[in-house]
Structure formats: C-alpha cells, structure tokens
C-alpha cells in the first residue's frame, strides 16, 4: 500500500521556539494532504487541509498564524508550530490522499514543548 | 454536518472470541463511505474496512466485518477469532462521496484477553 511518511517522530523543543513537521508521500501524489491534533485517547481533530500549490483551509478555532501549513509539491506538506507553548504539547499526525484513493495516514509526530 | 457517534469508550473480548463494535452516524446525505481504522499503540493509523453506501452488500476483509445498515445510519464492525494484535483503538468515519474530509467518531478502545 502507499506509504505516507512523516518526520519527525517525536521532538521536544523550548517554549518561544518554532518547530516545523514533514509529512511525505513517499510512492504516490498527494493532491490533498490533511493535519490532525490527537490528545491521548481521543478522536483525532482536524486542523487544516492543503491542496498542492494553494493555501491551507483551517478548521474553526485552528490559529493559522499559529500552525502555518505549506503543501509546496505533491508529496510534501509541512506544518509549523510557531512560537510554541505547553499547551501546543500533543501528538500530530498528518494523511494524504489523491482523488482516486482513500486517506493514507503517516505515523504520528509527538510534539513536547518544554 | 455530519456526525459520527461511538457509544462504547471501552470493550473487552476474550482471545479467539467475536466482538461488536458500535457505530451510529448522521447525514443527511445519500452517497458516502464509511470507515473503521484502527490506531494500535504506535498510533500508526490503519484503515480496516470500508463501506460504499450504495452498496447493500456488507463489506468483509478476513476476520473482520460491518453491519451497515442504511435506514438506522448504524455501521457495526464485527471481529471474529479475536487475536492479541487486535487490541487497539477502533475509530468508526465517515466521509461524503465526493469530499474530501474524513469526520471520526470519538473511538472505542478494545482489549484483547488471553
């Protein structure tokens, strides 16, 4: 199956800092890539969704100066936690998909700002 | 909007037995999918089954079945000959025909007793 790879898988970084996640298809085209915050034991939360070469459309209540998304070729988007804060802590994940085929998920990014 | 409910937080199935796992959704709409994807503890999402509402056949992949019934907006998921692996986080989805987003119940976690 495709395969949707995403980096890093866990990070720490200070609080002030900003710290950038990949998310990459590795075998197929995304046209549209997705991002999820997921607190422990619960459903995943959308965030945003980005479509190649356009602006990320943000959920409600999502801050995108605060979590900018960059979806910059077909295979790779980025998400960035800029200026981030203990309450940004929380486990990130990211899909993708193309218009042919159901979402395939990359493993997770745990974020821990200290 | 269309929402996903999962009425059981928590399951129990003894190894080599046969669990139900409950979804209700709702929609307004008469063509979509319906999902249920498995988060075992990497957090690593997988996709375990899909239904087409314009289908009436329940889907099946090996151990694992729906009972999706249409006119109650139920999609059940039954794992027969249930093995340790199995033990993870069972989200039940929903997705529009031609959207893109995938809306997520609040999951059921499934253990699995040897």
């Known amino acids: 199956g495709a395969v949707v790879s995403q980096h890093p898988s866990w990070v720490i970084c200070k609080s002030g800092t900003s710290v950038k996640i990949e998310c990459r298809s590795l075998d197929f085209q995304a046209t549209t890539m997705f991002w999820y915050r997921q607190f422990p034991k619960q459903s995943l939360m959308l965030m945003a969704t980005?479509?190649?070469?356009?602006?990320?459309?943000?959920e409600q209540g999502v801050e995108k100066d605060k979590f900018l998304i960059n979806h910059a070729s077909l295979t790779l988007s980025t998400l960035t936690v800029t200026s981030a804060h203990p309450e940004d802590s929380s486990f990130y994940i990211c899909?993708?998909?193309?218009?042919?085929?159901?979402?395939?998920f990359g493993q997770g990014t745990r974020l821990t700002v200290v | 909007a269309q929402t996903v409910t999962q009425s059981q937080p928590e399951m129990s199935v003894q190894e080599a037995e046969t669990v139900t796992l409950s979804c209700t959704y709702d929609t307004s709409e008469s063509d979509y999918y319906l999902f249920w994807y498995k988060q075992p503890p990497s957090r690593q999402m997988i996709l375990v089954i899909r239904?087409?509402?314009?289908?009436?056949q329940n889907a099946t992949e090996n151990r694992f079945s729906v009972n999706f019934q249409k006119a109650a907006k139920s999609f059940s998921l039954k794992i027969s000959d249930s093995q340790l692996g199995d033990a993870a986080m069972y989200f039940c989805?929903?997705?529009?025909?031609?959207?893109?987003?995938?809306?997520f119940g609040a999951g059921t976690i499934l253990r699995v007793k040897s």
């Open positions: 239904q087409e509402a314009y289908k009436q």
């Open positions: 989805a929903y997705r529009s025909r031609y959207g893109n987003k995938l809306v």
């Open positions: 899909s993708a998909r193309t218009p042919n085929t159901e979402a395939f």
């Open positions: 980005s479509n190649e070469g356009s602006k990320a459309t943000y």
